[in-house]
């Protein structure tokens, strides 16, 4: 009896060790094609927050309270037709006309991070280009963490681009309370 005992509790805690070092259910692609579905994510009003990583979650969402403020500010102001802040073009890719289409080229998965090149398409501006698109292993799920730009952009990645816009938003509420 206290062998089958110790043989129960070493299974146990196998299956609780294996648990603990499982991978994630969905592949970073699966993550990646979910995302790109459907051109410009960002305005997508169904983003699924359980495929971006808590701070790229966060960001998206500063950015478009900030688009928010930023159209009350506006409209409050001496200068109420003056144009808001606005997130303007595909920011989940760097061509700013966005992508018609897209493939996955490769993954590199290294621990909990995974890099992927994704090779977009814009058909009307005739344009192929590759951004890097990387996610990292959360809790089991694979989170879309950051977009590394390619092409010439106002910044590096989606993530210093989207933090540029919430601190140009936070200089415009700033600059309207002394005005």
Known sequence: ??????????????LMMGACSQKP???????????????????????DSSLFSKDLYQLINQSKET??????????????????????????????????????????VLKDTALLSVEFTNQSYQQVWTD????IAVAGSWKLDNVIYNKASSQPDLQQLLRAFV?????????????
Do not use: C, W
């Open 1 to 14: 009896m206290k062998l089958f005992k110790r043989a129960v509790f070493l299974i146990a805690i196998s």
């Open 25 to 47: 259910a969905e592949s970073p692609a699966d993550v990646v094609r979910k995302i790109y579905g459907a051109p410009n994510p960002f305005r997508n009003e169904k983003l």
């Open 67 to 108: 688009e928010q403020k930023s159209r009350e500010t506006i409209r409050m102001s001496k200068a109420p037709t003056d144009k808001p802040l606005l997130i303007e073009g595909e920011v989940f890719a760097s061509l700013y006309e966005g992508y018609t289409g897209f493939k996955i080229l490769a993954t590199e």
């Open 132 to 135: 890097k698109v990387r996610l």
């Open 167 to 179: 601190a140009d938003g936070q200089l415009e509420h700033l600059n309207s309370t002394i005005n």
